[in-house]
């Protein structure tokens, strides 16, 4: 009986790496869960593009250095061809393959995990159930062909009414799919952009100094990963830190905390745009962005309710569109516009004058 047979309903996986003992390691891992069926792995680019175009798996879990057609290029290829969630799966450690990771995000990769090399590493469980249960989330999204490729998308503006308050902070939030998105709105707001920004991008442990590095390289920006008391400065971009929320204090300096997880996350968006609410009112712009679940949404209304401009990812351009779904459909967002606009709104509200310069 074949492996196809026996998948039935369970998720199918490719899985592609160059190092055979990796793929019989990870193979074992994903079919220890009854709802996933390895059905191939492969030792290179070509052999998976090969695979995809004529098994068609639900989920490809994808190494980045190989010989000859690398990660990069076979998921770009991949997603430009037969569109399926594609999860990089590296044991960086490296700055300069970490920040490959994330080229291969912009490429159309939904995901990264860390791979679990060898059983005797502390974290190799932890790991291991990352990986599994990234899978099993990741084999839900419906990828479509790259949406750079969308050639234009709504600017839907809900509430046009004239604000008076000249904004003093920015604070986003994203999940799957964001490192992508948050690249295009980043690298598409003008240099002299005059406001602070402040970022929780949902990601595996141990990836934000290669999407910091990545970012640093790529959208012209000065990004941070945050640290508790720092005074946010214009024009530069803080990111949460790992396990740790990130906010802003009543004297406008950063604040980190280890409070308990909200929606079973930490960092949480809840906590930034909460925090931003009531600490900032009117005087701050929330932007939500594609993202699994609820994360943020209640909070992009509180922020909304306060006075603030809000933003929300469209449907188009998300890859999923659960956190900017869920707060359109509360009322939370002021604008709802396509990735490729966000910059530009941003840059035009934050080019407002202050309406009292003394304050």
């Known amino acids: 009986m074949s492996e196809e047979k026996t998948a039935g309903k369970r998720i199918k996986v490719l899985v592609v790496d160059d190092s055979r003992v990796a793929r019989q390691l990870l193979a074992h891992l994903l079919e220890a869960d009854p709802e996933i069926a390895v059905v191939g792995t492969v030792g290179d680019g070509r052999e998976a593009l090969d695979f995809v175009r004529q098994k068609k798996p639900d989920v490809v879990l994808m190494d980045i250095q190989m010989p000859g057609l690398d990660g990069f290029e076979t998921t770009r290829q991949i997603m430009e061809t037969e569109p399926l969630p594609i999860i990089i799966c590296s044991a960086a450690t490296e700055m300069k393959e970490m920040v490959t990771t994330f080229r291969v995000m912009e490429a159309g990769a939904v995901a990264c995990v860390e791979k679990p090399v060898s059983r005797a590493h502390p974290q190799f469980d932890a790991l291991a159930t990352e990986l599994v249960q990234s899978v099993k989330l990741m084999s839900e999204v419906k990828v479509v062909r ?4 969308v050639k234009k998308s709504l600017v839907v503006g809900l509430e046009q009414k004239p604000v008076e308050a000249a904004p003093r902070l920015v604070g986003i939030g994203a999940s799957t799919g964001g490192p992508p998105v948050l690249q295009t709105v980043l690298s598409g707001l003008p240099k002299n952009f005059p406001l602070p920004i402040l970022v929780v991008q ?12 990545w970012l640093n390289q790529t959208t012209g920006m000065q990004i941070h990963i945050a640290g508790h008391g720092m005074e946010p400065l214009a024009g530069h971009v803080y990111f949460a830190p790992d396990d740790l929320h990130l906010g802003v204090g009543r004297g406008g300096r950063i604040t980190l905390s280890r409070e308990e997880p909200e929606n079973g996350l930490r960092p949480a968006v809840s906590f930034l745009f909460r925090s931003l609410a009531e600490v900032c009112g009117p005087y701050a712009l929330g932007v939500l962005l594609t993202g699994m679940g609820r994360d943020g949404a209640d909070e992009l209304k509180q922020m909304k309710d306060a006075g603030a401009v809000t933003i929300a990812q469209d449907r ?9 779904g869920e707060a359109i459909l509360i009322g939370g967002a002021t604008h709802i516009l396509g990735a490729d606009k966000i910059a530009g709104m941003l840059g035009a509200l934050a080019a407002r004058k202050p309406f009292n310069h003394e304050h």
């Open 146 to 149: 790259r949406w750079k490729r």
């Open 202 to 213: 949902h990601i595996s442990h141990g990836f934000l100094p290669g999407l910091v590095e």
């Open 316 to 324: 188009e351009t998300s890859v999923v569109h659960g956190m900017p």
